[in-house]
């Protein structure tokens, strides 16, 4: 007799290593993971004394090379660089989260009652929102900016209504193709009610591609909030933020005052980056029919 061999789980046999999407995951998400953290110890930092006040104007030195005493430098106003370019992360975040979790609360329920439905409220919806997708975001979040006002609420809401479309699409189009299967026609001959089709049986069907969304438009609202600080758009005066940080070294650029613009500008390369990478290799995960 022959003893039995223990087989192990196909996944644990395979020898193929994690794919080139996958291994940029993990480099997206460390890149991320970051900046969070940066951002929520920043203030811990400047209460041991490790980083500076960034809206404390220091009257001396002013626009100083980067050095021991300042990593980045400082600006012709007074700042270190340092210290800004770090804390403006907390704003980044801050907006960021605020701008694509409001769109997402729109525009997937949005979606998700314009699919199931149909009807004139699908077609009224259909139109409305591709009204609004058609226009280029940034020219939609000044215009909504000059509204609104700064702030980061305000530039929070400039931001999500042109991604509310993106939302509302994807699911809109999901629920439209799932709502004929066999399962939703046997819980409606069941008698469940359109609130109960909508949250227990097409959610969480429909749901699977909004993370990747998420973090896409993450990454794009990064650009898309410091052209409007470079334009002077978005946060209130003096905040750290990574826009406004690169349109006050405007100025000094001529004058061969190169680290206010660099740095800023560097760490929102970065965190643009690190999450469109993090967006692929989710796409990937969620979706492994489409790797090749």
């Not at 192990?8 to 997206?28: K, Y």
């Not at 940034?138 to 609420?153: M, N, W």
Request: glycine share 10%; hydrophobic share 50%; net charge positive.
């Amino acid at each position: 007799m022959t003893p039995t061999r223990l087989r192990l789980p196909r996944f644990l046999q395979s020898s193929e290593r994690p794919s080139l999407s996958m291994q940029l995951m993990g480099v997206g998400l460390m890149i991320t993971l970051l900046f969070v953290l940066i951002a929520i110890f920043a203030p811990t930092f400047q209460a041991w004394g490790w980083l500076q006040n960034p809206i404390e104007s220091l009257t001396n030195p002013i626009h100083e090379p980067p050095g021991a005493k300042h990593w980045f430098g400082t600006t012709n106003q007074g700042y270190d660089v340092f210290s800004r370019t770090l804390f403006a992360s907390q704003a980044a975040l801050r907006v960021v989260l605020l701008a694509t979790t409001l769109s997402l609360i729109i525009g997937v329920p949005l979606g998700l009652v314009s699919g199931y439905l149909g009807g004139k409220l699908d077609r009224v919806l259909l139109f409305f929102m591709d009204t609004i997708y058609t226009l280029p975001g940034l020219l939609l979040s000044v215009t909504l900016a000059f509204v609104v006002g700064r702030g980061i609420l305000n530039a929070a809401i400039a931001l999500s209504i042109s991604y509310i479309p993106q939302y509302y699409r994807v699911v809109r189009n999901h629920t439209a193709s799932v709502k004929n299967e066999l399962f939703i026609e046997a819980a409606q001959a069941m008698g469940a009610s359109t609130n109960r089709v909508l949250s227990r049986y097409l959610f969480l069907n429909v749901i699977q591609s909004v993370p990747v969304l998420f973090t896409l438009n993450a990454a794009d609202a990064i650009l898309i909030l410091g052209g409007l600080g470079f334009l002077g758009l978005g946060l209130p005066e003096q905040t750290p933020e990574w826009g406004q940080d690169l349109r006050l070294a405007l100025s000094a650029l001529p004058t061969g005052i190169w680290w206010t613009a660099l740095f800023p500008g560097l760490a929102m390369t970065l965190m643009v980056v690190g999450l469109s990478l993090l967006g692929e290799g989710l796409s990937e995960f969620i979706n492994p029919h489409g790797r090749r």
